[in-house]
Nanobody
Framework: QVQLAESGGGLVQAGGSLRLSCVAS????????MGWYRQAPGKQRELVAT???????NYADSVKGRFTISRDNAKNTVYLQMNSLKPEDTAVYYC?????????????WGQGTQVTVSS
């Protein structure tokens, strides 16, 4: 089985920083795109940032210039560096990865980590 485990969430004041990590483990043949999504209370889950195997990145307009996504392919890990945090960034952040465990590709999700930004 494939598992994604996020870490690094917490409570921070507005203007502060947090770094989220997500490690993929289990039976993995290859990992393709990885990304971060978030869901605030009463809202739909939304894309935050994605990164391809080759390092090409994509960001939501709301986080451009403040968040940076990166990955360490050797460690099966994706990171999200979040700077200049705002109260509206408060949400549960989910890691996602497109992985080929053996033959077929599937999308996997982590359990989520809470990020709370106080004003």
């Amino acid at each position: 089985q494939v598992q994604l485990a996020e870490s690094g969430g917490g409570l921070v004041q507005a203007g502060g920083s947090l770094r989220l990590s997500c490690v993929a483990s289990g039976r993995i043949f290859s990992i393709h795109a990885m990304g971060w999504y978030r869901q605030a209370p009463g809202k739909q889950r939304e894309l935050v940032a994605t990164i391809t195997t080759g390092g090409n990145t994509n960001y939501a307009d709301s986080v451009k210039g403040r968040f940076t996504i990166s990955r360490d392919n050797a460690k099966n890990t994706v990171y999200l560096q979040m700077n200049s945090l705002k109260p509206e960034d408060t949400a549960v952040y989910y890691c996602s990865a497109r992985i080929t465990p053996v033959i077929f590709v599937n999308d996997y999700w982590g359990q989520g980590t809470q990020v709370t930004v106080s004003s």
